[in-house]
């Protein structure tokens, strides 16, 4: 299994627009970053999770052709604001799978109206396949077990999934003990670390090691990362020895 970072910023990305920031000017490729979003493969199988405002950008830099489907984690903007990018994986191969939860489908059918019009359609729109995903209910894809982990990214609900040994958690901030245990015996685990101060809807720096210090993954990847956070070749020098910065283009194999 294979996973590409192809955004690994918050939802303003790095360098923020207008920002005299020193992280928004640093020359480190590895501090520009994208919306957050990954590609995972295995085998024949290739899936997105979220489509932000980048997700066009981020498809041509990957040199991706063919997606099998993508996994929603919820609905807000900088992650699900690309959609209507779809449009050419549509053209070539028709329908599109979406895997969210019942109320995320709800938001992008009122914001993508024509994409999820049932008359009247227009032509040139894309078309998507809904599977609804629950909690405490698992799926496959490809041969793949996909478990959703329920948490909370303030007080709204948001999933991560695991797939198999790996699992991707972004946008959380609490999560219950139950769905802490479905985390148990990952060889790679990724979750957002939004900046050293303490949010009100994120992990922060050492809320994301502590995490992964209770969860124990072999290795650990943080995310969805603020220029608050500071410079990657700085921050990374101070974290333990198996979690590492992720960022943009960066592939691990599984």
């Known amino acids: 299994m294979q996973v590409t970072f192809l955004g690994t910023g918050t939802s303003q990305g790095i360098p923020i ?17 994208l919306r957050v979003s990954i590609l ?3 085998e024949n199988a290739t899936y997105v ?15 991706c052709r063919h997606i099998d489907g ?3 984690t919820h609905e807000h903007a900088d992650h699900t604001a690309g959609l209507d990018d779809i449009r050419p994986f549509y053209f070539r191969q ?21 994409i999820f019009a049932t008359e009247n359609k227009y032509p040139g729109a894309p078309g998507i396949i809904q599977h609804e995903v629950k909690n405490n209910h698992s799926f496959e894809l490809e041969g ?17 999934y695991r797939f198999n040994d790996f699992a991707y958690l972004t946008d959380v901030k609490t999560m219950e003990q139950a769905e802490k245990d479905k985390l148990k015996g990952l060889k790679v685990l990724v979750v957002n670390a939004l900046r050293i101060q303490e949010h009100i809807s994120h992990f922060s720096l050492q809320e994301a090691l502590d995490f992964i ?12 990362i603020s220029h608050l956070l500071g410079f990657h070749a700085e921050v990374s020098k101070e974290l333990p020895e198996n979690v590492f910065l ?4 960066l592939t691990i194999t599984i």
């Not at 028709?94 to 938001?107: L, N, P, Q, S, T």
């Not at 478990?147 to 007080?155: D, E, M, S």
């Open 40 to 42: 995972i493969s295995w």
């Open 213 to 224: 210090e209770e969860i124990q993954p072999k290795r650990a990847y943080l995310t969805h």
């Open 144 to 160: 793949v077990r996909i478990t959703p982990i329920n948490a909370l990214h303030y007080k709204l609900q948001v999933f991560g």
């Open 70 to 72: 993508i996994l929603f």
């Open 17 to 33: 627009i207008g920002s005299d920031h020193p992280v928004c000017l640093s020359d480190d490729s590895r501090d520009k970053r």
């Open 49 to 63: 999770i979220d489509c932000g405002p980048d997700f066009r950008q981020q498809m041509l830099r990957a040199n």
């Open 246 to 249: 992720a960022y943009d283009t």
């Open 94 to 114: 028709g329908d599109i799978h979406a895997y969210a939860h019942k109320r995320v489908f709800g938001e992008l059918a009122r914001r993508f109206d024509y």
